[in-house]
């Protein structure tokens, strides 16, 4: 195993904890991503596992062996583990060349500046190697930083929200090359992110906190398709949430249902449509049965009533 936490027990105020007795492990080589609304504790673990908070009790173990933290070392950080916090952590002052390079060894230049080079065109910035950090846009920057931790192929690679400042096109590009990276040299990662959406193709497992806990573990596949509670199924983006009343009135297998899972049948249940607008490749329709309003997507636009079916398995 290249990373176990044991029982992790952390919190900034001595009165309440935010982690209590968190156990996470992570094989090498495989992806994992961990997910939850903003205050959850995404950061904070990434943050503990890297060595920059010290938890309270508990054991980390890394790549065999048990690591103990900031109390134990001068400099904050482990040898062959890199994180990519949301600051980038760049000198502002130098070349991005020099950041990239900043680990890098000069014995041999070239090496160094193919070495740089090769790192910039995974995040898509070769052409930005003589310019100043300080003048680059804050996507520009969180590329950097990332083609900083790559630059000595960490064995374990933190990133917390790495995506988080990137056009839609950037972003596509940056994780076909990153993953495709990490995959290849069989780094570990681990990804905190607020939409795992997009990011689902890639990944082994998904860990959801919720308040500090960790309430759900599981492939992507798994954990959508049987999320714990509503919570987990409204991180996957827009989903009809049932009471146990609404279900039994309604006469519905599912207490949650993804808008594709509603579906257009002409043998289906009588709906009014509220509203039906253009999304991009389809159309969000608001529709209303029984007083019990439902978000579903359809092909072309709906008007004044639609008969609807309901499925219950959450796949495409």
């Known amino acids: 195993m290249l990373l176990s936490l044991k029982g992790i027990n952390f919190g900034y105020k001595k009165d309440h904890l935010l982690f209590k007795n968190l156990h996470l492990d992570l094989e090498r080589g495989k992806i994992l991503a961990v997910v939850g609304e903003s205050g959850c504790g995404k950061t904070s673990l990434l943050k503990i596992i890297y060595g920059q908070n010290q938890w309270e009790s508990g054991h980390i173990y890394f790549n065999g062996r048990e690591i103990h933290g900031p109390k134990a070392n001068l400099v904050p950080g482990e040898k062959e583990m890199n994180f990519v916090a949301q600051n980038y952590d760049l000198m502002p002052y130098t070349k991005?060349?020099?950041?990239?390079?900043?680990?890098?060894?000069?014995?041999?230049?070239?090496?160094?500046?193919?070495?740089?080079?090769?790192?910039?065109?995974?995040?898509?910035?070769?052409?930005?190697?003589?310019?100043?950090?300080?003048?680059?846009?804050?996507?520009?920057?969180?590329?950097?930083?990332?083609?900083?931790?790559?630059?000595?192929?960490?064995?374990?690679?933190?990133?917390?929200?790495?995506?988080?400042?990137?056009?839609?096109?950037?972003?596509?590009?940056l994780r076909e090359e990153l993953f495709d990276y990490v995959r290849r040299h069989q780094i570990g990662l681990i990804i905190s992110t607020h939409n795992v959406t997009e990011i689902m193709p890639w990944i082994d497992e998904i860990v959801v906190l919720q308040e500090g806990r960790l309430i759900q573990r599981g492939s992507p596949k798994e954990v959508y398709e049987d999320p714990y509670n509503s919570y987990v199924a409204r991180l996957f983006g827009e989903v009809n949430i049932l009471s146990s009343e609404e279900q039994e009135k309604l006469g519905l297998e599912n207490w949650f249902y993804y808008p594709h899972q509603i579906r257009y049948d002409e043998n289906g249940r009588q709906a009014e449509v509220i509203e039906s607008g253009f999304s991009g490749g389809f159309y969000r329709n608001l529709i209303r049965i029984q007083d019990k309003d439902f978000v579903f997507y359809s092909r072309t636009p709906q008007e004044k009533s639609v008969k609807v079916k309901f499925l219950k398995n959450p796949s495409f």
């Open 96 to 173: 991005v060349y020099t950041n990239v390079g900043k680990y890098l060894s000069n014995i041999n230049l070239q090496l160094k500046k193919d070495r740089v080079a090769e790192l910039l065109k995974i995040v898509g910035l070769e052409d930005l190697m003589d310019e100043y950090a300080e003048n680059l846009s804050g996507g520009q920057k969180q590329r950097v930083a990332i083609a900083q931790a790559l630059s000595q192929i960490p064995q374990l690679l933190l990133l917390d929200e790495p995506f988080s400042s990137l056009d839609f096109s950037r972003k596509a590009e």
